[in-house]
Each structure stands twice: as structure tokens, then as C-alpha cells.
């Protein structure tokens, strides 16, 4: 099967310092990938879609200049949170969906556990 | 607006039969999923239903009703690794996944 990584896994940054997340899709090409982070006992929010070479699509709510996202190749997209703060620190997973298969289903990395101190 | 409706919690004993049922309300219908999440994991992909009726997979299936618009997933012989939520999600017109809150099944011995 599609094979979707994060890196990192875990992270602990300072309040006030930016944090880069890579998602990469390993064995295929994604088009789009999707950025969703999810809070302790609930489940996955949408933050925002990233189309490669396009600017990403955000969801109501989720500021995009605090969360930029870049989507330079068919293989890799990146979240930095930028001047995170302790309320930032979640649980961020991405996904991809592969461009050539004809099922819509979405591939997830194994998620990236952010604390901000 | 758009809604998935499935249980918080279910309880059921190693060895039994469990089914999570999942109702759902989207502008659109692009086929519905479920996925399993252990905790601290991200989810995994279990299911994908996009014509009505029953989806084998070994000791999981997944039932559709789009008429309905409800689904579920069948879980045999349970397993205390089968311990985890279970998430159902709905692709909507516009191809984006609608998720609900989950299911946290708990097995017994």
C-alpha cells in the first residue's frame, strides 16, 4: 500500500519559536495532500488542503498565516507553525491522496505530536 | 450543514460481535470510509463503501445504505488488539472527507 511520512515524530519547542512539518509521500505521486490536527479524545479537524504548486485551501477558522503550508512537489508538502503557543500543541497528522488511483482514499502519515512549553 | 452521527463509546467481550453504526448528512456523496485509530496513532483505513450493501474484509465488514444514509462496521471475533476508535467519514460533493467524532470501542476479556 501507499506509504505516507512524517518527520518529525515528536517535537517540543519554546513559545514564540516556529516548528516545520514534513509530510512526504514515499511511493507515490499526491496532487493534494491534507493537514488535520486533532486535539486529545476528539476527533480529526481539517486545517487546510494543499495542491501542489497552488496555494493551500483553509478552513474557516484556521489562520493561514500562522500555519503556512507548502506544497512545492508531488511528494511533499510542509506545515510550520509559526510564534507557536502552548494552545498550539496538538497532534498533527497529513494525508495524500494518491493522484493515479481511482478510490479516494486518503493516506495518512503516522502524525507528528507537538508540545509548545 | 453536514453531519456524521456514531456512538461515543461501546463496550463488547473478546470473542463476540460488535456493530458501529454511522448516520450521516452531506451535501454529496463521494463514498464513505471507515478507519481505525489507536491511541497516539494516526488512523488507518479499514473500508471504503461507495454502492449500497455489504463490504467483506476477513473479521471487518462494512454495510451502505445510501437511501438511508447510514452505514456500519461489523466487527467478528473480536480481539483485545481491536481495542481503538473507529472513525467513520463521508466524501462530500467536493471531494473532501467529512469526519465524525469516532467510536472508542473498549473489549472485555
Known amino acids: 500500500g501507499a506509504v505516507v511520512s512524517q518527520h518529525p515524530s515528536r517535537v517540543i519547542c519554546k513559545s514564540g519559536t516556529s516548528v516545520k512539518i514534513e509530510c512526504r509521500s514515499l511511493d507515490f505521486q499526491a496532487t493534494t495532500m491534507f493537514w488535520y490536527r486533532q486535539f486529545p479524545k476528539q476527533s480529526l479537524m481539517l486545517m487546510a488542503t494543499?495542491?501542489?504548486?497552488?496555494?493551500?485551501?483553509?478552513e474557516q477558522g484556521v489562520e493561514k498565516d500562522k500555519f503556512l503550508i507548502n506544497h512545492a512537489s508531488l511528494t511533499l508538502s510542509t506545515l510550520t507553525v509559526t510564534s507557536a503557543h502552548p494552545e498550539d500543541s496538538s497532534f498533527y497528522i497529513c494525508?495524500?491522496?494518491?493522484?493515479?488511483?481511482?478510490?479516494?482514499?486518503?493516506?495518512f502519515g503516522p502524525g507528528t505530536r507537538l508540545t509548545v512549553t | 450543514g453536514q453531519n456524521i452521527d456514531q456512538p461515543t463509546e461501546m463496550t463488547a467481550t473478546e470473542g463476540a460481535i460488535v456493530q458501529i453504526n454511522c448516520t450521516y448528512q452531506t451535501s454529496g456523496f463521494n463514498g464513505l470510509f471507515w478507519y481505525q485509530q489507536h491511541a497516539g496513532e494516526a488512523p488507518t483505513f479499514l473500508s471504503y463503501?461507495?454502492l449500497d450493501g455489504l463490504e467483506e474484509k476477513g473479521r471487518f465488514s462494512s454495510f451502505l445504505s445510501r437511501s438511508k444514509g447510514y452505514s456500519y462496521l461489523l466487527l467478528k471475533e473480536l480481539q483485545m488488539k481491536d481495542s481503538a476508535s473507529y472513525l467513520c467519514a463521508v466524501m462530500d460533493s467536493n471531494y473532501q472527507l467529512i469526519w465524525g467524532a469516532g467510536t472508542k470501542l473498549i473489549i472485555k476479556p
Open positions: 463503501n461507495v
Open positions: 494543499s495542491n501542489e504548486g497552488s496555494k493551500a485551501t483553509y
Open positions: 494525508s495524500a491522496r494518491d493522484t493515479n488511483e481511482g478510490v479516494n482514499e486518503q493516506y
